[in-house]
């Protein structure tokens, strides 16, 4: 997948994934603490948070490893989406060694704790 600066009309950066079934939907223009963020996910277990600088002639996207999300192993990122004011994430999470689906919801303040965990009856296709 690529960022494409509308004004030029062409790429600016270009992101390699694990694979095709990875972050299809997923990269998102956010907000934390008023710095731009774009999410993007890269690989089925994690979800990277790339703070965007723009200098005079381009823009550096640089990982930031503060909101970087993991989930364990054995489990994978199928969805993800962020409240209006970009301070939760809710995500649908599969659990690949059995049919369990989850629900989970953090906080951008701590990505690292899982604020809920709801387990769904019905199952979500990526």
């Not at 907000?31 to 774009?38: A, F, M, N, P, R």
């Not at 809710?90 to 604020?115: F, H, I, Y």
């Amino acid at each position: 997948s690529s960022v494409v600066d509308m004004r030029l009309k062409k790429p600016i950066v270009e992101f390699c994934r694990e694979n095709s079934a990875v972050g299809k939907q997923m990269a998102h223009w956010i907000s934390i603490d008023g710095v731009k963020h774009l999410s993007q996910q890269f690989t089925l277990q994690a979800l990277s948070m790339l703070e965007v600088k723009q200098t005079q002639n381009s823009y550096e996207f640089i990982e930031n490893e503060k909101y970087k999300i993991t989930v364990g192993e054995g489990q994978e990122i199928w969805f993800c989406e962020f409240n209006h004011d970009f301070s939760r994430i809710v995500m649908v999470v599969n659990e690949t060694d059995s049919e369990k689906q989850m629900l989970q919801v953090r906080s951008m303040r701590d990505v690292g704790t899982v604020a809920a965990n709801i387990v769904l009856e019905v199952r979500v296709n990526p």
